[in-house]
Structure formats: structure tokens, C-alpha cells
């Protein structure tokens, strides 16, 4: 593989990282929501990735296809003065664990900066080669 092919390859990785962390803050900013107006509350969503072939560039590059709703049951938290709490009262809360996204999270961001590391290494390789040819 040339530099080149190994810059865009990781570059498809920093993408599909980056659209990782959005589905992780998305989930984040609703961890805490509850049902409204007899809905269910927020569900996680839990991103799926695909590996494509790229005749162009020989090589495998890595996209996020979708998001899949984690089936996990939700929490519940007892208030029993609620509006929306049941008749036991408890109300239903997001399947969100904030503990949880925040390592997916941590994983995520190095997961993006390892393939910045090769993107910036190949570039000083690059540029090494150039300086040996001029």
C-alpha cells in the first residue's frame, strides 16, 4: 500500500469516527429524557460501520452504514407526583448509561487520532522522500 492509499484509508477512518461521536453525543444529550405524552422516552442508538472494497485505490475503507435502537429495557426512576409516572409511580427513562457512552466515546476520539497519526506520518514520510529527490 503507498502513502497515499494509507492517507485516504485513515481519512475513511476519521470519518466514520467522527460520525461515532455525533451518534455519542446525540445519546448523551439524552440520557436523561423521560416518556412524553405516553411515548416511549429516547432510546440509544448504537452506530453499525461497513467495510467497502475501493477498486480505484486497491484497498478496504470504512464507512458508518446506520444506527441500530439498543433493545435494552428502560430505566425507571420512582416519582410518584410525576404527571407521566404509572400507576406504581415511576415514570420510564432513557436506556442511555452515561458511564458507558463516555468510554464509547474515550474510544472513539482514539480511535480518530490514531488514524490522524497516520495521516500526519505518512505526510512526513512524503516530504522526506521529496527532500531526498530535490
Excluded: C
Excluded at 476519521?14 to 461521536?21: E, H, I, L, T
Excluded at 411515548?39 to 475501493?54: A, C, H, K, M
Excluded at 480518530?112 to 505518512?122: D, K, P, R, W
Aim: charged residues 25%; glycine residues 6%.
Amino acid at each position: 500500500m503507498d502513502m497515499m492509499t494509507s492517507m485516504i484509508v485513515a481519512a475513511a477512518g476519521m470519518k466514520a469516527q467522527n460520525a461515532r461521536m455525533r451518534v455519542i453525543s446525540e445519546n448523551i444529550a439524552n440520557a436523561g429524557s423521560t416518556a412524553a405524552n405516553g411515548d416511549e422516552p429516547y432510546r440509544r442508538q448504537i452506530p453499525t460501520f461497513t467495510s467497502e472494497y475501493d477498486r480505484a485505490l486497491g484497498a478496504r475503507l470504512v464507512t458508518m452504514q446506520d444506527t441500530e435502537l439498543d433493545k435494552s429495557d428502560f430505566g425507571k426512576k420512582f416519582e410518584p407526583g410525576h404527571p407521566l409516572a404509572d400507576e406504581d409511580g415511576y415514570i420510564l427513562q432513557s436506556n442511555v448509561t452515561t458511564l458507558i457512552e463516555s468510554m464509547d466515546m474515550r474510544e472513539a476520539q482514539r480511535a480518530f487520532e490514531a488514524n490522524l497519526n497516520v495521516i500526519q506520518t505518512s505526510r512526513r514520510m512524503m516530504t522526506s522522500v521529496i527532500g531526498l529527490l530535490a
